[in-house]
């Protein structure tokens, strides 16, 4: 453990040094240090057209968590996270309409946070843009080899594949199945999916659908289509996407299968926005809601605002949502929720206040304030949010911060106290917190990075 923290110490030292000479991207390193007992080092530094990721991290009793990873046009390792086309297999039915998964490129990108870093996975281009072979850290300790592709934008289509094979390690396989469909597949796993998407003036549209096969179970596929459309100020955004119950989910465990659908309309212009969403899903079996078949529904609706004004811009938005659930044997319950905040934004003070209520969680309110200081240098602020539930008594955090930017120098200070329950009046059960970070970035420009 103590050579741990030493070899820690010595990555933060390293990370604090100068820099070499200018490249693409900015080089940046990160020391914080948590009142807890925690701290974490973090270290970016370009190579030409490539990023190198060092960091380390621990909690107060916790080992000490080491991380690298390298970002390149070729070549990418370390904790990398699934992309585009990868993605959709891996969770199907968890997007809604709008969802940006559709325009990402297919592949892996690279997990540039330590707390969700996890194994380390590899992706090799042989051809720039286009093919690679990827080798993927994936559920309960598994392993995923495949191969993607990506033909770029021809004209008004493009089009990406994916094959991949994979499993459990061995130990971690289910040993019960229920339904003909174990809970986790038994040994070695095929994948294969395709997404072709099209794109014209004022509208897109994707396909994507593939397949999974495992041993000692029934094959399963899933299918989404997505379709969006823009005219000035307004836009639609639709989303249809079904899987059925012996899908294995891409680097993940067993999908129960299920359909769902949504719409989403945007009305935009310069001082402000509406955004209406309606989202229905249904589980299996079957296709067609009944008495008898599990669905959620799921209705937003968000009003945003803005008024100039001399030397800065009042902001108001107003957010509500309701989710109906019935279950198999007809029971309905619903969850509403609600949001209303304002604010004010400037150069010299940011300001707001907001209040939250939801049926389940109870009542919340916030305000908050950050002004700027020693001579547009820095800002400092506070934060103080009181909630209270039913049959509960209320629970108050308060905390402040400082920041402050002096070239390549940064310093942020952190302090607070959270879980304040107000028992008749009387303060119990404090948790006081702090932390302390020290960032240092090539080409500094004196302004905090709250502020860029």
């Known amino acids: 453990m103590g050579m741990n923290r030493i070899a820690v110490c010595a990555l933060a030292a390293c990370c604090l040094a100068p820099s070499a000479a200018a490249a693409s991207r900015a080089a940046e390193a990160v020391v914080r240090l948590e009142w807890s007992g925690g701290f974490g080092v973090r270290c970016e530094v370009p190579i030409g057209a490539a990023s190198l990721l060092l960091g380390g991290e621990a909690d107060a009793d916790g080992p000490v968590r080491f991380v690298a990873g390298l970002d390149s046009p070729l070549v990418r390792l370390g904790p990398l996270a699934a992309a585009g086309l990868l993605r959709e297999a891996g969770n199907p039915l968890g997007f809604g309409p709008g969802s940006t998964v559709v325009e990402e490129a297919s592949g892996l990108r690279l997990e540039g946070s330590l707390r969700a870093a996890g194994g380390w996975s590899a992706e090799i281009m042989l ?9 993927m850290d994936a559920y309960r300790g598994s392993h995923i080899l495949g191969c993607r592709y990506a033909s770029g934008r021809r004209g008004p289509l493009e089009l990406d594949a ?4 994979g499993g459990l ?40 659908g593939g397949i999974s096969a495992a041993e000692h179970a029934p094959p399963g596929w899933f299918v989404l289509a997505t379709a969006a459309f823009r005219r000035r100020e307004v836009g639609i955004d639709l989303l249809a996407a079904g899987a059925s119950g012996g899908y294995f989910e891409l680097g993940r465990g067993a999908l129960s299968g299920g359909a769902k659908a949504g719409v989403r309309l945007r009305l935009a212009g310069e001082r402000g926005s509406v955004r209406v969403g309606y989202v229905v899903s249904a589980g299996l079996p079957g296709f067609v809601p009944g008495p008898f078949l599990p669905t959620e529904e799921e209705l937003s609706f968000i009003v945003e605002r803005n008024r100039p ?20 044997d007809g029971t309905r319950t ?61 629970c108050l955090s308060v905390s402040g911060s400082t920041r402050f930017a002096l070239g390549a120098f940064e310093v942020l200070l952190q302090a607070g106290v959270r879980g304040v329950q107000l028992s008749v009046g009387v303060p119990d059960g404090c948790e006081p917190w702090g932390a302390f ?13 709250g502020r860029r």
Not at 162 to 165: E, I, M, P, S
Not at 309 to 321: F, I, K, P, V
């Open 437 to 449: 970070e020290w960032r240092v970035r090539e080409g500094g420009n004196d302004v905090p990075s």
């Open 162 to 165: 994916v094959a991949a094979v």
């Open 169 to 208: 390690a061995a130990g971690d396989a289910e040993e019960t199945w229920i339904g003909e469909c174990p809970a986790a597949a038994t040994g070695r796993t095929l994948h294969g999916a395709a997404r072709i998407g099209a794109r014209g003036s004022g509208w897109s549209a994707t396909a994507s």
């Open 334 to 394: 619903d969850a509403p929720s609600g949001r209303i905040s304002v604010g004010w934004e400037s150069a010299r003070l940011d300001a707001g206040a907001g209040l939250e209520l939801d049926r389940d969680e109870g009542i919340a309110a916030e305000v908050s304030a950050d002004a700027a200081t020693f001579g547009r240098r820095g800002r400092s602020g506070g934060k103080l949010r009181c909630s209270w539930r039913e049959g509960e008594p209320a």
């Open 127 to 135: 051809v720039p843009h286009a093919v690679g072979l990827f080798w």
């Open 309 to 328: 004004a001399r030397g800065g811009e009042w902001q108001a938005s107003l957010s509500a949502s309701n989710r109906i659930v019935a279950a198999a």
